[in-house]
């Protein structure tokens, strides 16, 4: 199959949606199942300029901490709820000049005339920035569109053409109650030349971020930092986030937003140690290395408090295992102000040509 021939459908289709008027009828609330040609499930969701699908259990993650976070969430969290998002986009703008100079190329290439608003594609990844399709994303971004298009003509036939009408007469025609505390999902699969719609039982509860932990395996090294000197009342903060700016890696031309973790001494105001690294769920052992590094140079803490979804998970089983009690920072300005300021300064270095570009220095 030649580029052009799935470009020109991927915009055919694209076209028949933005006709469609698909928010008219289906709300961001409304999730919808689409199961791939390859058996992946994708989960959508719908707004007034842009279709999201949300691919896979870690997708579905991603969109139901984004759906549940709470309206008092620090900025920090929503950042990292935010990058941690893995879905195909469709986003309509009604300004061609909006795009970017290889999406009007693709555009124009296509065939595909627009008179009102214009799509553009693309995959974003967990920490990854926003990249273009790949040819299999394109397949199964025509095959979301579709099944959204047959969704709207079904959905119709149970009462359902407006934002405001729900999917009950659809569950009811199959026998199935609404209930408070239960979400059932349509999902659409393709079945020879057309499409079937079954209902499923979404339990949130299945799903969740999980974070690695760390803990020693080598039991003399454990009691060699048991019974490392322990500095009476002494306390650390340690910080875990998402970097807000993306950078250049060094396994991917794709830009990422990097993992760092601050070591902070809130009762000198110190930071001890800063590190950054490209992949998380590979390298985290790269921060605890460099916080037992900091015990055998500087002694031993009696606690540490722990900020960023990532830390707790990180160290609850290796700081018991050290005699270290370790805490749920929670709420912190002190925190929240320190970050802040480093991704000021980083930001101001990489305007001046020396940003960070994740060659790993602290490793």
């Keep these: 199959m030649s580029k052009t021939k799935p470009n020109k459908r991927l915009y055919e289709v694209a076209k028949a949606c933005i006709e469609a008027s698909l928010s008219d009828v289906f709300s961001e609330f409304d999730l919808i199942g689409v199961r791939s040609k390859e058996g992946i499930p994708y989960y959508v969701t719908i707004v007034s300029n842009a279709i999201a699908a949300y691919r896979g259990e870690a997708g579905l993650t991603g969109y139901l901490a984004l759906a549940m976070l709470d309206e008092e969430s620090s900025a920090l969290e929503q950042i990292e709820i935010d990058l941690s998002q893995e879905a195909l986009l469709a986003i309509f703008t009604d300004e061609q000049e909006e795009l970017e100079e290889e999406d009007r190329k693709a555009l124009r290439a296509s065939g595909v005339s627009f008179t009102d ?7 974003k990844e967990r920490y990854r920035y926003p990249w273009r399709l790949s040819r299999s994303d394109e397949e199964d971004m025509i095959l979301i569109m579709e099944a959204l298009l047959f969704a709207k003509e079904y959905f119709a036939s149970f009462e359902k053409k ?11 025609s199959l026998g199935i109650a609404e209930e408070v505390g239960r979400e059932w999902l349509p999902c659409v699969s393709k079945e020879g030349e057309g499409f079937v719609i079954t209902a499923r039982l979404l339990i949130e509860e299945n799903f969740g971020f999980v974070y690695p932990q760390a803990y020693f395996r080598d039991e003399e090294r454990q009691l060699h930092f048991k019974r490392l000197k322990t500095k009476r009342g002494k306390i650390l903060y340690y910080i875990t986030g998402t970097m807000v700016e993306p950078v250049l890696g060094q396994r991917d031309e794709r830009p990422l937003f990097p993992t760092y973790a601050i070591t902070f001494d809130p009762q000198t105001d110190q930071i001890l140690d800063f590190l950054m690294v490209e992949d998380y769920e590979k390298e985290h052992a790269k921060f605890v290395e460099s916080l037992l590094n900091l015990f055998e140079e500087h002694g031993k803490v ?6 960023g979804r990532r830390t707790l998970p990180l160290l609850e089983k290796i700081g018991p295992q050290m005699g270290i009690m370790v805490v749920d920072g929670g709420k912190n300005e002190l925190v929240d102000e320190l970050v802040y300021s480093m991704f ?17 220095d602290h490793d």
């Design 302 to 307: 009696q606690a540490i408090h722990c900020f």
């Design 162 to 172: 407006r934002q405001s009408d729900s999917f009950g007469p659809w569950l009811d």
């Design 344 to 360: 000021d300064e980083l930001t101001h270095m990489h305007e001046g040509g020396h940003g960070p570009h994740c060659d790993h």
């Design 117 to 123: 608003a214009v799509p553009q594609f693309r995959l």
